[in-house]
T-cell receptor, first 114, second 117 residues
Framework: KAGVTQTPRYLIKTRGQQVTLSCSPI?????VSWYQQTPGQGLQFLFE???????NKGNFPGRFSGRQFSNSRSEMNVSTLELGDSALYLC?????????????FGPGTRLTVL | AQSVTQLDSQVPVFEEAPVELRCNYS??????LFWYVQYPNQGLQLLLK??????LVESINGFEAEFNKSQTSFHLRKPSVHISDTAEYFC???????????????FGRGTQLTVWP
């Protein structure tokens, strides 16, 4: 069974640009969560989607948005990039949206903003 | 709101020595507890989890963690480490029965375990 895949793996952008990251969950998983990982702030929750609906959102500005498609694939978008958006963005999938379901993480997309 | 504290950011040990990675949490509701491991340039992998039942949980590669409700701790231990255990370890919690935080994990800042030969 294929794991969570994220594309692209590496991305370099400049300030002010926008970026779209993609996540394909494990087959049969309907929940997709996104996390930002930085050396300064650690792992922070961005948002979670289940059945194409955003269920939860972390404390990030509106420049960060996401969506989920009917096949459970998810995208996150960051507009007007800032230097501080440089981070590893991790996507995780689980079968359902619940507190106890194991979340399976992808390898991440390393975003560098210059 | 949840908070998870990993008391040590770096833990260096020699091969075959025992190790303990400490994790404390604070929450106003009951929680589920997890330990994840991250190898360089990879995502997080679940090491073990506590949902209910026995407070001592074990992983297939020799790690174990004990849930201590009174001390709000979930320390990770291994009696004898290998060089291949070198990685960053994250403690995480999720809240029970709170619709507003379903699907959300709260992570500690991580502990870098380095095993020397």
């Amino acid at each position: 069974k294929a794991g969570v895949t994220q594309t692209p793996r590496y991305l370099i952008k400049t300030r002010g640009q926008q970026v779209t990251l993609s996540c394909s969950p494990i087959s049969g998983h309907r929940s997709v969560s996104w996390y930002q990982q930085t050396p300064g702030q650690g792992l922070q929750f961005l948002f979670e989607y289940f059945s194409e609906t955003q269920r939860n959102k972390g404390n990030f500005p509106g420049r960060f948005s996401g969506r989920q498609f009917s096949n459970s694939r998810s995208e996150m978008n960051v507009s007007t990039l800032e230097l501080g958006d440089s981070a590893l963005y991790l996507c995780a999938s689980s079968r359902y949206s619940s507190s106890y379901n194991e979340q399976f993480f992808g390898p991440g997309t390393r975003l560098t903003v210059l | 709101a949840q908070s998870v504290t990993q008391l040590d950011s770096q833990v260096p040990v020699f091969e075959e020595a025992p190790v303990e990675l400490r994790c404390n949490y604070s929450s106003s509701v009951s929680v589920y507890l997890f330990w994840y491991v991250q190898y360089p340039n990879q995502g997080l992998q679940l090491l073990l989890k506590y949902l209910s039942g026995s407070t001592l949980v074990e992983s297939i590669n020799g790690f174990e963690a004990e849930f201590n409700k009174s001390q709000t701790s979930f320390h990770l231990r291994k009696p004898s480490v290998h060089i291949s255990d070198t990685a960053e370890y994250f403690c995480a919690v999720s809240e029970l029965g709170r619709g507003s935080t379903l699907g959300r994990l709260y992570f500690g800042r991580g502990t870098q375990l380095t095993v020397w030969p």
